[in-house]
């Protein structure tokens, strides 16, 4: 019924930027919150930014005045502005949103399969 997909990840100098996308498609009714995990290797996956539905954004202590989450809701579609890229960037990035199918069930949690993102020195 609903499909993330993920886009714009690549392999880049350190110091570069990158703008990843992701857009669900598929029978939406409606998207609440959405986000941006990451996963680099032998580590945990970790919440990087996420964005409600009113457009109100958080970021953790890692990426804070470097990346910079938004949302367009005419196309269903989470980016991530992504700055100053260091190696320790380096991670599969995956989209995650709260989607509502139907206008009288709650949201479920839908995940992308993921963009690799690779910074060198």
């Known amino acids: 019924q609903v499909q993330l997909v993920e886009s714009g990840g690549g392999l880049v100098q350190a110091g570069s930027s990158l703008r990843l996308s992701c857009a669900a498609s598929?029978?939406?009714?409606?998207?609440?919150?959405m986000g941006w995990y990451r996963q680099a290797p032998g580590k945990q996956r970790e919440l990087v930014a996420t964005i409600t539905a009113d457009s109100i954004t958080g970021y953790s202590d890692s990426v804070k005045g470097r990346f910079t989450i938004s949302r367009d809701n005419a196309k269903n579609t989470v980016y991530l502005q992504i700055n100053s890229l260091k190696p320790e960037d380096t991670a599969v990035y995956l989209c995650n949103a709260q989607i509502k199918t139907t206008p009288w069930r709650s949201a479920n949690d839908y995940w992308g399969q993921g963009t690799q993102v690779t910074v060198s020195s």
């Open positions: 598929g029978r939406v009714y409606g998207i609440t919150a």
